[in-house]
């Protein structure tokens, strides 16, 4: 991987989730306070397993999973740092929520939901409750959180 592609797949992971913070929080200081819901991935916690990717074209490169692993910590930086502003900072790691073109590849779907204690991949509407939890009042004593929704996947 070329320095250049390192970089671009840890922006994109990470630059956006940095460059979205930066420019809410004047907005939450002057609303006095507020949530941000970060998202990173499972790939920011475990290794892809290079077995599931076969010839599938969906593998997973380093730089993604650095970036995510970073959105993870930056997570936790700015809940202590934001705290004292009433801006809670917390974040959500999906597992497998392939997209459609993905899951037609019928063979690297089923080892998509073998990987899962769940047997299933992620749906859109796996995620919402976790997301509104993590945007309300219900979640008011929480910062610096990760809250993981991924069937089960980095748990074995």
Known sequence: ??????????????????????EVIPYMEAAGGGSIVNFASMYGIVSPDPAIYGDSGAN???????????????????????????????????????????QQNEPFLRELCRKTMAGRVGRAEDIVGPVLLLASDASAYMTGSNI????????W
């Not at 991987?1 to 913070?21: N, Y």
């Open 148 to 155: 993981v929704v991924d069937g089960g996947w980095t748990a």
């Open 60 to 102: 997973n490169p380093a730089n993604y999973g650095a970036g995510k692993a970073g959105v993870l910590q930056f997570t936790r930086y700015c809940a202590a740092h934001l705290a004292s502003k009433r801006i809670r900072v917390n974040s959500i790691t999906p597992g497998p929520f392939p997209n459609p073109a993905v």
């Open 1 to 22: 991987m070329s320095d250049e592609d390192w970089f671009k797949g840890v922006d994109g992971a990470l630059g956006t989730t940095f460059r979205c913070t930066r």
